[in-house]
């Protein structure tokens, strides 16, 4: 039976429902088109295209459109780890996943409504698009190296002038533990959806993100909260962006109203510097970390991105990984203590083998 959860209160549902009318963005591209002009984008923080709004309408994984979708089966019987694991310095692998197309859509803020969000770029399943459901994703078709996974991924397009920046090849979406107890880490539930970071974030809310890293960086210039003026004009120099997103999940729901409060960031254990999830969230899941990479450089003063300033920056995440080829992933990868690329090989501990085989495939 469905649980009741705590619905939002009137006023924030009003204000949020104002905001997504006032911020419907100026349609810039059809999907698939890589070139076009940029799409029209509001100033003062006012970012089109994208708010961070309760969802208001009905998909394909939320019949009644109240943007709760419930875990089948809800998981009540976790604890939050605090034990101590052995020594392991690395406990993560690698999902490198290349570039799809771009379009206007966004399934997770804006599920069935095409052309109403920002642009995105998106990594990962080829299909991904305003009516994407989990059995949508589930089994298709894939840039990512693992043929196993299907699931989508996506973040702001990036502009310079009127021209797409695209990244190129492959890019680095890292699967680690973001609690202490490694151990503890269990795969993605099917179908689990959320949105880290905020387009609406001023520069400050930017830098104190529980998910900042580096911030933007190029050549030498780190922890940046905007796009810096300039880079070097070197072959060897892109404009990159690390950002973490919460590993901590209440166990109940897939997604929620406002794609986030069913995630959570790990909290550090009292008494100690080890970090270990909260009681509201105990299921330690794995932490993704993007680590992007645009191809421009030289004078940026015209390089933005299309929900607005650096800092509006935020992506997306879809799971359809299937989920043995997940599982084996996390136990060998994660639970294992390894730092694995993307066939789970640890070059430093080559004794402990391989998951995938030379196609990315569980053998």
Not at 287 to 315: C, T
Request: one cysteine or more; proline letters at 9%.
């Amino acid at each position: 039976m469905r649980s009741s959860p705590k619905r939002l209160p009137a006023l924030l549902l009003g204000t949020a429902l104002v905001a997504g009318v006032l911020g419907i963005g100026t349609i810039a591209s059809a999907a698939g088109t890589d070139n076009a002009g940029p799409p029209v984008v509001a100033t003062a923080g006012a970012h089109a295209g994208h708010v961070m709004a309760v969802s208001t309408q009905a998909s394909g994984d939320d019949a009644d459109g109240d943007g709760y979708i419930p875990a089948v089966p809800q998981v009540t019987d976790v604890t939050p780890s605090t034990a101590t694991p052995p020594p392991a310095y690395h406990h993560e692998f690698q999902a490198g996943c290349a570039v799809t197309h771009t379009a206007p859509d966004d399934p997770i803020v804006y599920p069935g409504q095409f052309g109403k969000s920002h642009d995105h770029t998106f990594m990962g399943n080829t299909s991904t698009n305003a009516a994407s459901t989990t059995g949508s994703l589930y089994g298709g078709n894939t840039t990512c190296k693992a043929p196993a996974d299907a699931s989508a991924y996506w973040m702001p397009s990036l502009y310079k002038g009127d021209q797409k920046i695209l990244p190129v090849g492959p890019q680095v979406i890292y699967y680690k533990a973001g609690v202490t107890d490694y151990r503890s880490v269990r795969p993605f539930p099917k179908g689990l959806r959320f949105v880290v970071g905020n387009p609406m974030q001023s520069a400050e809310e930017f830098r104190a993100h529980k998910g900042f890293v580096e911030g933007w960086e190029c050549g030498d210039s780190f922890f940046n909260t905007d796009i810096p003026a300039s880079c070097p004009s070197r072959p060897d120099v892109q404009l990159n962006l690390r950002m973490q997103a919460p590993s901590c999940w209440n166990g109940l729901y897939l997604d929620t109203p406002d794609h986030k409060s069913h995630m959570a960031y790990p909290v550090v254990k009292p008494g100690t510097n080890d970090n270990m999830c909260p009681a509201s969230h105990p299921v330690a899941l794995p932490m993704i970390e993007f680590k992007m990479a645009w191809p421009v450089n030289g004078d940026m003063s015209q390089v933005r991105l299309a929900s607005g300033r650096g800092y509006s920056f935020h992506y997306d995440f879809f799971n359809a990984w299937e989920e043995r080829t997940l599982k084996a992933l996390v136990d060998h990868c994660i639970v294992g203590g390894l730092q694995c690329d993307t066939r789970g090989f640890d070059l430093y501990r080559p004794e402990r083998g391989t998951v995938l085989n030379a196609d990315h495939r569980l053998p």
